[in-house]
């Protein structure tokens, strides 16, 4: 049973990698949508994107979670106390911070037409809260899968603690890189691409 559910774990840890880092760059250049009728459509893409990442998330999830509950801990605690957050805190950060602001943008831009866009739509759309919860999801994910093949059946600190630093800070430089893409797509000399 433990084969049969890390398999299922590195199975949907790898599908939603690979799905982060479409969704993550499908996001990322929702700003260069051009026309209010297309970005429209590619804001209601992206909220599909959502439910797909939920899939192999909560899969994820699952698997540690029947893991966990039919094993020793000692075959499933590195997998509770790692692989958990770093699939459940992107999921959740998509679905409480990306998805109620796509719905927002998608209800803003399903009455207007034309190009260009709004300052005020154009620094929405590129701000990090849209952005970056899908692309932490690939980081997450990538990290997870990293787990999976380092982590040996003890966990040990001094092995996730620099990975998981990384990954912070890898998250941190993102969330200020979109931030100035942001406050650059508002300012009323920025130029629709």
Same mark, same amino acid.
């Given at each position: ?10 199975? @949907? ?5 690979? $799905? ?14 051009? @026309? ?15 439910a797909y990442l939920t899939v192999p998330a909560l899969v994820v999830v699952a698997a ?8 020793? @801990? ?20 998509? /679905? ?5 602001? $796509?719905?927002? $943008? ?43 093949f380092v982590t040996s059946v003890s966990l040990q600190l001094t092995r996730t603690l620099?990975?998981? $630093? ?8 993102? /969330? ?16 629709? @691409?």
């Open positions: 049973m433990f084969s049969f559910l890390t398999t299922v774990i590195y199975g @949907s840890a790898l599908l939603l990698t690979l $799905l982060s880092w479409i969704a993550g760059r499908k996001a990322s250049r929702l700003l260069y949508g051009g @026309s209010a009728e297309r970005l429209n459509r590619k804001i209601r893409k992206q909220m599909v994107w959502v540690t979670l029947t893991m966990a509950s039919y094993m020793d @801990s000692a075959f499933w605690k590195e997998r509770v106390l790692l692989h958990l957050p770093l699939t459940l805190i992107p999921l959740l950060a998509m /679905w409480a911070l990306s998805m109620p602001r $796509l719905m927002k $943008l998608w209800k803003m831009t399903r009455t207007m037409t034309g190009a260009p866009l709004p300052l005020d739509i154009r620094r929405q759309v590129a701000h990090p809260l849209a952005i970056v919860p899908f692309q932490m999801s690939a980081l997450g994910a990538g990290a997870t899968l990293y787990f999976l620099i990975p998981i $630093l990384l990954l912070a800070v890898v998250t941190g430089i993102l /969330w200020i890189a979109y931030d100035r893409r942001s406050d650059k797509a508002g300012q009323p000399e920025a130029v629709a @691409s």
